[in-house]
């Protein structure tokens, strides 16, 4: 295994035994209807970012368009500007029909 993958799988784990995918979560569905709340932490991948520009997204080697509704949060819960996602940036996102639509920036530690 890579470093990085390494790195990711303990970020991963720390998030999900800490909770904290689960509280973005229920910060992100208050006041949504039920079908629009956000997938499980279950459903959410990890990877880190090579690029972002024109609603596209390229993490781990892969461009993904961005959903026009995509919502940013760093691992602590609290809401961030899509200008956070950088380069080199760790982060666990979401795709939804092709497009990320959830991405949560893992702050460094």
Known sequence: MTRTT???????????????????R???DEGKPQQARATPSAAMQTGMVSSVNSGQIRVNDTNYPL???????????????????????????????????????????
């Open 6 to 24: 390494l790195v990711t799988a303990g970020v991963v784990a720390a998030l999900w035994c800490m909770g904290l995918t689960d509280r973005v």
């Open 26 to 28: 229920a910060h992100e």
């Open 67 to 109: 959903d026009a509704a995509v919502s940013v949060s760093d691992d602590e819960g609290h809401p961030r500007d899509l200008n956070a996602v950088v380069p080199e940036t760790q982060i666990l996102y979401h795709v939804h029909r092709g497009h990320v639509d959830h991405i949560v920036v893992v702050l460094p530690k």
